[in-house]
């Protein structure tokens, strides 16, 4: 029956894709959007040269630094306390299921060793793969690892940087050539997706270099990316890799998950967003602190109650939490994070059941918290409360009511047109979430 039921979804969700974007997802991305939509929680890593200068990783366009300087950091990388390991170890600990790194960012500076360009972390007094030794790592300890790859390039000369909004300070001349940037990004992609083992995910930023803003949805790209051509290499060389874009629009031809950046689904408190909600698998990414790359005068550290609410709230919409680390320049992560993902990996230790595997629930997250649903449980995730008494409609029946940590029945009465009423007065109004699970 679990295969026939499997069968039925490949089929259903090919059927949809081919009407609603002409691509055919293989069974093998079927399968890994399910186990993708489970994982719920991942680790975001920003790191790379421009970590150096602590600054965050715009640093290069921000202030207009030309390739013949910013090149001269490349001498001055050298991540000396860098270990695989311990970063799968805290990410582990945090119960974060996935690991999305940082392979190429704007700057053109490759963490891996590519045969591409000498502008890699293989040329600098560190000589080691950084990409290799992280999914090495992340397949050894049951961690999927993702790569995010920048569209744009503030460094090469041939990326269309004369219509592009961005790098128009770092000193190029040359006429651009896209066809021949093209090539370089399909055979760095090849690279990443035949060295490396399993990849789990091609994470795709930069597309929103050639919009004239990213607040019109409308807008067509000055430039045809040609994303046919690098998304049919990708499902080619790995089928079951899924691909992602932060455009900022909703999904188009060949992507396999949603991602909304600094934003909840169907929310746009970060000004990125306003794009219609697909049915795919859908993931949102914030950062830890205020910055993503390392930023050594960034101490506004997000508290362990703040990304236990924004991963329950992801979760009652049905989305993956991707939290960003900005390591430093010496391979470290700072003790900040480190402090507060433990504190995460305490509550997941406890609450994960309610957000692994689930669903969203009947009712968008609200100002009190946020529902998940999974088998015949429902999960209501208490993030805000000040009243005894909590009242809810509740579409679906349920029998019992309990507090989830510990069992402790919780009283309620069903009223007219399927409100209910619970009592919670005894709940800690102190604990970070307060889960009371309802079982059909």
Not at 208 to 221: A, F, G, I, M, V
Not at 405 to 433: C, M, R, S, W
Request: charged share 25%; net charge neutral; glycine share 8%.
């Amino acid at each position: 029956m679990r295969k026939i039921q499997i069968a039925f979804l490949v089929l259903l969700t090919s059927l949809s894709a081919i009407a609603q974007t002409g691509y055919t997802p293989s069974p093998e991305n079927i399968k890994a959007r399910e186990e993708f939509q489970k994982a719920r929680f991942g680790m975001f890593i920003h790191w790379g040269l421009s970590s150096v200068l602590g600054d965050g990783e715009w640093v290069m366009q921000i202030k207009n630094i030309p390739v013949k300087d910013y090149t001269k950091l490349q001498r001055a990388f050298n991540p000396v306390d860098f270990n695989a390991k311990t970063w799968v170890d805290i990410a582990k600990g945090a119960g974060m299921k996935y690991i999305t790194l940082i392979t190429r960012h704007h700057d053109g500076f490759s963490n891996f060793d590519t045969k591409q360009s000498s502008w890699s972390i293989m040329n600098t007094p560190y000589k080691r793969d950084i990409v290799k030794e992280l999914a090495d790592e992340c397949h050894k300890q049951g961690i999927k690892i993702c790569f995010y790859y920048s569209l744009l390039d503030w460094y090469r000369d041939d990326y269309p940087y004369e219509t592009g909004k961005t790098g128009k300070g770092t000193g190029r001349t040359k006429k651009s050539d896209y066809a021949s940037y093209l090539a370089f990004m399909k055979n760095q992609l090849t690279e990443l997706l035949t060295k490396y083992g399993e990849v789990s995910a091609i994470w795709f930023d930069g597309h929103w270099d050639q919009l004239e803003n990213d607040h019109d949805k409308t807008l067509q790209s000055k430039i045809d990316w040609k994303y046919e051509e690098i998304y049919s290499l990708i499902h080619k060389l790995q089928p079951q890799c899924l691909i992602g874009n932060n455009h900022h629009l909703s999904p188009i031809p060949g992507e396999d998950f949603q991602m909304f950046e600094r934003d909840l689904p169907g929310e746009n408190k970060g000004g990125l967003s306003g794009q219609e909600i697909s049915a795919l698998p859908l993931e949102t990414c914030e950062t830890l602190n205020g910055a993503w790359g390392y930023n050594i005068k960034d101490d506004n550290y997000k508290s362990p109650k703040q990304l236990v609410d924004y991963l329950v709230r992801a979760s009652g919409y049905g989305a993956n939490f991707l939290l960003n680390v900005g390591p430093m320049p010496n391979g470290e992560i700072q003790p900040e994070f480190v402090e507060r993902l433990a504190k995460v990996g305490e509550w997941t230790k406890v609450y994960g059941e309610t957000i692994y595997g689930t669903k969203g629930g009947f009712i968008r997250p609200q100002e009190w918290g946020a529902v998940t649903e999974k088998g015949n449980k429902t999960y209501l995730h208490l993030l805000k409360f000040k009243d005894e008494k909590f009242m809810l409609k509740i579409p679906q029946a349920f029998k019992t009511a309990k507090l989830f940590k510990n069992g402790t029945p919780i009283k309620f009465q069903k009223l007219d047109n399927n409100y209910f009423v619970f009592d919670i007065a005894a709940l800690d109004k102190n604990e970070i979430d307060n889960v009371i699970e309802l079982e059909k």
